[in-house]
T-cell receptor
Framework: GENVEQHPSTLSVQEGDSAVIKCTYS??????FPWYKQELGKGPQLIID?????GEKKDQRIAVTLNKTAKHFSLHITETQPEDSAVYFC?????????????FGRGTSLIVHP | DSGVTQTPKHLITATGQRVTLRCSPR?????VYWYQQSLDQGLQFLIQ???????AKGNILERFSAQQFPDLHSELNLSSLELGDSALYFC?????????????FGPGTRLTVL
Protein backbone atom coordinates (compact mmCIF):
# COMPACT_ATOMS: atom_id res chain seq x y z
CA GLY A 1 0.00 0.00 0.00
CA GLU A 2 0.84 3.65 -0.10
CA ASN A 3 3.26 5.10 2.44
CA VAL A 4 3.64 8.83 3.04
CA GLU A 5 6.54 10.34 4.97
CA GLN A 6 6.28 13.93 6.17
CA HIS A 7 9.05 16.21 7.50
CA PRO A 8 9.66 18.01 9.70
CA SER A 9 7.38 16.97 12.55
CA THR A 10 7.76 20.43 14.11
CA LEU A 11 8.61 23.72 12.44
CA SER A 12 9.12 26.97 14.28
CA VAL A 13 9.46 30.25 12.34
CA GLN A 14 9.28 33.96 12.93
CA GLU A 15 6.35 35.92 11.56
CA GLY A 16 7.08 36.97 8.00
CA ASP A 17 9.44 34.06 7.29
CA SER A 18 8.67 31.27 4.84
CA ALA A 19 7.84 27.73 5.88
CA VAL A 20 8.36 24.58 3.84
CA ILE A 21 6.97 21.14 4.63
CA LYS A 22 8.01 18.13 2.57
CA CYS A 23 6.37 14.79 1.89
CA THR A 24 7.46 11.71 0.00
CA TYR A 25 5.22 8.92 -1.20
CA SER A 26 5.91 5.38 -2.24
CA UNK A 27 3.36 4.44 -4.88
CA UNK A 28 4.00 5.93 -8.31
CA UNK A 29 0.30 5.41 -9.15
CA UNK A 30 -0.70 8.16 -6.72
CA UNK A 31 -2.26 11.00 -8.65
CA UNK A 32 -3.77 13.41 -6.17
CA PHE A 33 -2.00 15.22 -3.33
CA PRO A 34 -4.02 17.35 -0.91
CA TRP A 35 -2.76 19.39 2.02
CA TYR A 36 -4.84 19.90 5.14
CA LYS A 37 -4.58 22.38 7.99
CA GLN A 38 -5.86 21.31 11.38
CA GLU A 39 -6.34 23.86 14.11
CA LEU A 40 -6.72 22.88 17.73
CA GLY A 41 -10.09 21.29 18.41
CA LYS A 42 -11.12 21.25 14.76
CA GLY A 43 -11.17 18.83 11.88
CA PRO A 44 -8.65 18.95 9.03
CA GLN A 45 -9.43 21.59 6.43
CA LEU A 46 -8.29 21.32 2.83
CA ILE A 47 -6.06 24.29 1.98
CA ILE A 48 -4.60 23.34 -1.38
CA ASP A 49 -4.24 20.29 -3.60
CA UNK A 50 -2.37 19.28 -6.71
CA UNK A 51 -2.88 16.59 -9.31
CA UNK A 52 -0.18 14.57 -10.95
CA UNK A 53 -0.43 16.35 -14.29
CA UNK A 54 0.67 19.65 -12.73
CA GLY A 55 4.07 20.58 -11.26
CA GLU A 56 3.09 23.58 -9.19
CA LYS A 57 -0.01 25.32 -7.89
CA LYS A 58 -0.30 28.58 -6.01
CA ASP A 59 -3.04 30.20 -3.98
CA GLN A 60 -2.05 33.55 -2.47
CA ARG A 61 0.62 32.82 0.18
CA ILE A 62 0.40 29.06 -0.24
CA ALA A 63 1.99 26.99 -2.96
CA VAL A 64 2.49 23.29 -3.56
CA THR A 65 5.11 21.71 -5.81
CA LEU A 66 5.18 18.15 -7.08
CA ASN A 67 8.12 16.14 -8.38
CA LYS A 68 6.68 12.91 -9.76
CA THR A 69 10.05 11.47 -10.69
CA ALA A 70 11.37 11.80 -7.18
CA LYS A 71 7.93 11.09 -5.67
CA HIS A 72 7.90 14.05 -3.39
CA PHE A 73 5.76 17.14 -2.95
CA SER A 74 6.08 20.21 -0.78
CA LEU A 75 3.96 22.90 0.81
CA HIS A 76 5.34 26.42 0.81
CA ILE A 77 3.87 29.17 2.97
CA THR A 78 5.28 32.66 2.46
CA GLU A 79 4.98 35.69 4.75
CA THR A 80 3.83 33.51 7.62
CA GLN A 81 1.41 34.93 10.15
CA PRO A 82 0.57 33.77 13.70
CA GLU A 83 -2.78 32.47 12.45
CA ASP A 84 -0.89 30.04 10.22
CA SER A 85 0.08 28.16 13.39
CA ALA A 86 -1.54 24.73 13.16
CA VAL A 87 -0.81 21.12 12.26
CA TYR A 88 -0.44 20.51 8.54
CA PHE A 89 -1.02 17.12 6.92
CA CYS A 90 -0.07 15.98 3.48
CA UNK A 91 -1.77 13.07 1.78
CA UNK A 92 -1.38 10.97 -1.34
CA UNK A 93 -4.23 9.21 -3.02
CA UNK A 94 -4.61 6.38 -5.42
CA UNK A 95 -7.94 6.05 -7.17
CA UNK A 96 -9.12 2.47 -7.19
CA UNK A 97 -12.51 1.06 -8.17
CA UNK A 98 -14.30 4.31 -7.50
CA UNK A 99 -12.66 4.77 -4.11
CA UNK A 100 -10.30 7.61 -3.46
CA UNK A 101 -8.73 6.82 -0.14
CA UNK A 102 -5.87 9.09 0.86
CA UNK A 103 -2.93 8.01 2.95
CA PHE A 104 -1.89 10.78 5.32
CA GLY A 105 1.50 11.87 6.56
CA ARG A 106 2.04 12.10 10.31
CA GLY A 107 1.65 15.88 10.36
CA THR A 108 3.83 18.94 10.91
CA SER A 109 3.19 21.27 13.81
CA LEU A 110 3.91 24.78 12.52
CA ILE A 111 4.49 27.48 15.10
CA VAL A 112 4.71 31.08 13.92
CA HIS A 113 6.17 33.42 16.52
CA PRO A 114 4.96 37.02 16.41
CA ASP B 1 -17.47 25.47 8.75
CA SER B 2 -17.19 22.54 6.34
CA GLY B 3 -20.89 21.70 6.34
CA VAL B 4 -20.24 18.25 7.83
CA THR B 5 -21.74 17.75 11.26
CA GLN B 6 -20.80 15.19 13.88
CA THR B 7 -22.38 14.33 17.18
CA PRO B 8 -21.57 14.11 19.97
CA LYS B 9 -18.52 16.37 20.34
CA HIS B 10 -17.27 14.49 23.36
CA LEU B 11 -17.99 11.03 24.66
CA ILE B 12 -16.67 9.47 27.84
CA THR B 13 -17.37 5.82 28.51
CA ALA B 14 -15.95 2.74 30.16
CA THR B 15 -14.12 -0.28 28.80
CA GLY B 16 -16.39 -2.95 27.41
CA GLN B 17 -19.13 -0.51 26.48
CA ARG B 18 -20.59 0.29 23.07
CA VAL B 19 -21.04 3.74 21.55
CA THR B 20 -22.46 5.20 18.35
CA LEU B 21 -21.02 8.21 16.58
CA ARG B 22 -23.11 10.09 14.09
CA CYS B 23 -22.20 12.04 10.98
CA SER B 24 -24.24 14.11 8.55
CA PRO B 25 -22.47 14.86 5.27
CA ARG B 26 -22.62 18.12 3.35
CA UNK B 27 -25.78 18.64 1.39
CA UNK B 28 -25.49 16.77 -1.90
CA UNK B 29 -22.46 14.68 -0.94
CA UNK B 30 -22.94 10.94 -1.35
CA UNK B 31 -19.67 9.65 0.10
CA VAL B 32 -18.88 9.43 3.79
CA TYR B 33 -15.48 8.47 5.14
CA TRP B 34 -14.60 7.64 8.74
CA TYR B 35 -11.15 8.27 10.22
CA GLN B 36 -9.52 7.67 13.56
CA GLN B 37 -6.91 10.13 14.79
CA SER B 38 -4.67 9.23 17.68
CA LEU B 39 -1.34 10.63 18.81
CA ASP B 40 0.65 7.52 17.98
CA GLN B 41 -1.11 6.44 14.77
CA GLY B 42 -1.92 9.73 13.10
CA LEU B 43 -4.96 9.96 10.83
CA GLN B 44 -6.10 6.47 9.86
CA PHE B 45 -8.80 5.69 7.32
CA LEU B 46 -11.45 3.29 8.66
CA ILE B 47 -14.23 2.90 6.12
CA GLN B 48 -16.04 4.60 3.24
CA UNK B 49 -19.70 4.51 2.24
CA UNK B 50 -21.13 5.75 -1.02
CA UNK B 51 -24.87 6.29 -1.34
CA UNK B 52 -25.64 3.68 1.28
CA UNK B 53 -23.17 1.02 0.22
CA UNK B 54 -19.80 0.16 1.64
CA UNK B 55 -17.15 1.21 -0.89
CA ALA B 56 -13.80 0.74 0.80
CA LYS B 57 -12.38 -0.58 4.03
CA GLY B 58 -9.22 0.45 5.78
CA ASN B 59 -7.81 -0.36 9.17
CA ILE B 60 -11.16 -0.94 10.83
CA LEU B 61 -11.33 -3.40 13.70
CA GLU B 62 -13.95 -6.15 13.73
CA ARG B 63 -15.39 -4.56 16.89
CA PHE B 64 -16.22 -1.48 14.80
CA SER B 65 -18.96 -1.25 12.22
CA ALA B 66 -20.62 1.48 10.24
CA GLN B 67 -23.58 2.12 8.03
CA GLN B 68 -25.00 4.85 5.85
CA PHE B 69 -28.73 5.42 5.91
CA PRO B 70 -31.10 6.42 3.07
CA ASP B 71 -30.92 10.06 4.17
CA LEU B 72 -27.13 9.70 3.75
CA HIS B 73 -26.19 10.26 7.37
CA SER B 74 -23.78 7.69 8.72
CA GLU B 75 -23.14 6.04 12.06
CA LEU B 76 -19.98 4.44 13.36
CA ASN B 77 -20.55 1.82 16.03
CA LEU B 78 -17.71 0.93 18.38
CA SER B 79 -18.22 -2.03 20.69
CA SER B 80 -16.30 -3.84 23.42
CA LEU B 81 -14.36 -0.65 23.88
CA GLU B 82 -10.76 -0.74 25.03
CA LEU B 83 -8.54 1.97 26.46
CA GLY B 84 -6.69 2.12 23.15
CA ASP B 85 -9.84 3.15 21.32
CA SER B 86 -9.61 6.57 22.91
CA ALA B 87 -9.09 8.93 19.99
CA LEU B 88 -10.64 11.58 17.81
CA TYR B 89 -13.03 10.18 15.23
CA PHE B 90 -13.65 12.24 12.12
CA CYS B 91 -16.00 11.78 9.30
CA UNK B 92 -15.56 13.44 5.94
CA UNK B 93 -17.79 13.72 2.92
CA UNK B 94 -17.05 14.28 -0.74
CA UNK B 95 -19.19 15.32 -3.68
CA UNK B 96 -20.56 12.88 -6.27
CA UNK B 97 -19.53 12.70 -9.86
CA UNK B 98 -16.09 12.47 -11.37
CA UNK B 99 -14.26 14.59 -8.84
CA UNK B 100 -14.55 12.68 -5.61
CA UNK B 101 -11.09 13.72 -4.50
CA UNK B 102 -11.92 16.59 -2.19
CA UNK B 103 -12.93 15.54 1.28
CA UNK B 104 -14.57 17.89 3.74
CA PHE B 105 -14.01 16.97 7.36
CA GLY B 106 -16.37 17.37 10.26
CA PRO B 107 -15.30 18.75 13.65
CA GLY B 108 -14.82 15.28 15.10
CA THR B 109 -15.94 13.31 18.13
CA ARG B 110 -13.47 12.93 20.96
CA LEU B 111 -13.90 9.51 22.54
CA THR B 112 -12.39 8.81 25.94
CA VAL B 113 -12.51 5.25 27.24
CA LEU B 114 -11.81 4.95 30.98
Amino acid sequence: GENVEQHPSTLSVQEGDSAVIKCTYSDSASNYFPWYKQELGKGPQLIIDIRSNVGEKKDQRIAVTLNKTAKHFSLHITETQPEDSAVYFCAARIGSGGSYIPTFGRGTSLIVHP
Amino acid sequence: DSGVTQTPKHLITATGQRVTLRCSPRSGDLSVYWYQQSLDQGLQFLIQYYNGEERAKGNILERFSAQQFPDLHSELNLSSLELGDSALYFCASSPPGGSTDTQYFGPGTRLTVL
